[in-house]
T-cell receptor, first 108, second 116 residues
């Protein structure tokens, strides 16, 4: 699976959009981009995934560049409960190889 | 609540001992995954089972073993425990697609293992 690179930490004001970038420049054609988050020491929670096209669900939007070398997770209106570690994962198969993720702090 | 249950929540034991962690997947999910999260290694994939059979292996030590039973629950056995095995152990389940994709994994609350 391709290696992903994310900023270590980010801040966002409550109510604003949180844009979390991820670099996956070596991603191969059959690898999906997944985003999960982990709040404190709870089990990780699935957010969204995509292959080539931009995706949106009730939690977030995923924007994947045309060359698929990077992506951005967008939380449109961040709340304090969105404070968590966000993981971007490129995977073609079964296992999810979590990296260090981005620690997002949403402030009042 | 993801629908995945793990027992026990906490486990404290001594070096050299053996423990068993249990996981019940979401109703209908045939695939079970085990992950280890430690402070220095982060969240690592250990092993996956699908309908009772081992499907994929990650960084699982030889001292560790797992199995999935006919009722689909899974157990992770850790033996000859060392201080470094202290970690959070998560189980996840998914509705495994025939294509091999696991689009969404549902994680349990984890078992915190402390080896003294």
């Amino acid at each position: 699976d391709a290696k992903t690179t994310q900023p270590t930490s980010m801040d966002c004001a409550e109510g604003r959009a949180a844009n979390l970038p991820c670099n996956h420049s070596t991603i191969s054609g059959n690898e999906y981009v997944y985003w999960y988050r982990q709040i404190h020491s709870q089990g990780p929670q699935y957010i969204i995934h995509g292959l080539k096209n931009n995706e949106t669900n009730e939690m977030a939007s995923l924007i994947i560049t045309e060359d698929r070398k990077s992506s951005t997770l967008i939380l449109p209106h961040a709340t304090l409960r969105d404070t968590a570690v966000y993981y971007c994962i490129a995977s073609s198969g079964y296992a999810l190889n979590f990296g260090k993720g981005t620690s997002l702090l949403v402030t009042p | 609540d993801s629908g995945v249950t793990q027992t026990p929540k906490h486990l404290i034991t001594a070096t050299g001992q053996r423990v068993t962690l249990r996981c019940s997947p979401r109703s209908g999910d045939l695939s079970v995954y085990w992950y280890q999260q430690s402070l220095d290694q982060g969240l690592q994939f250990l092993i996956q089972y699908y309908n009772g059979e081992e499907r994929a292996k990650g960084n699982i030590l030889e001292r560790f073993s797992a199995q999935q039973f006919p009722d689909l629950h899974s157990e992770l056995n850790l033996s000859s425990l060392e201080l470094g095995d202290s970690a959070l152990y998560f189980c996840a389940s998914s509705n495994y697609m025939t294509s091999g994709r696991n689009y969404e994994q549902f994680f349990g609350p984890g078992t915190r293992l402390t080896v003294l």
